[in-house]
């Protein structure tokens, strides 16, 4: 686990994490990551999520983000477990109040400063639940577990 990405940032520190382009590396344990866990069949395993600063125009802070990592969801054809591999990159800008919204620039995804502080764990715990698919299930109905054999799927 890395503490840089547990660490709750101002918004002054981020501005100056965005000056010195500073990168935040870090692997994340799934088990800390409740809110991503109510949606997993185990909390097992980490994720490793990578976090470049860097200055965007007109003073605000932009955020390079990626992530990568293997999930372990409900199959809903079998209702076992099954391996998602979820990867992404996205790109933010942190904003200190929904007024700036509308002035955001052009591809990325706006991330309003809640109390005036920023916790990179718990941006990447968002995207990672929006990677989610919206129905989990094996590739093949193969590999799916005896209730979908005997369903005959």
């Not at 932009?62 to 054809?77: H, I, K, T, W």
């Not at 800008?93 to 718990?122: C, K, N, T, W, Y």
């Amino acid at each position: 686990m890395s503490r840089s990405l547990y660490v709750w940032y101002s918004l002054n520190e981020l501005e100056a994490l965005g000056r010195r382009q500073v990168q935040l590396n870090g692997e994340m344990d799934l088990g800390k990551l409740t809110r991503l866990c109510e949606l997993l069949k185990s909390d097992k395993g980490s994720v490793r999520a990578s976090l470049r600063f860097s200055q965007q125009g007109m003073g605000s802070t932009a955020v390079d983000l990626s992530y990568e990592g293997n999930l372990d969801l409900v199959c809903q054809r079998c209702l076992e477990s099954v391996t998602e591999k979820i990867s992404g990159r996205v790109l933010l800008v942190i904003l200190e109040d929904d007024s700036m919204v509308s002035s955001a620039p052009a591809g990325h995804e706006p991330i309003v400063l809640s109390g005036a502080r920023f916790q990179p764990a718990e941006t990447v715990e968002d995207e990672l639940i929006v990677s989610l698919p919206l129905v989990a299930r094996h590739s093949q109905v193969d590999e799916c577990g005896s209730l979908a054999k005997r369903l005959r799927f």
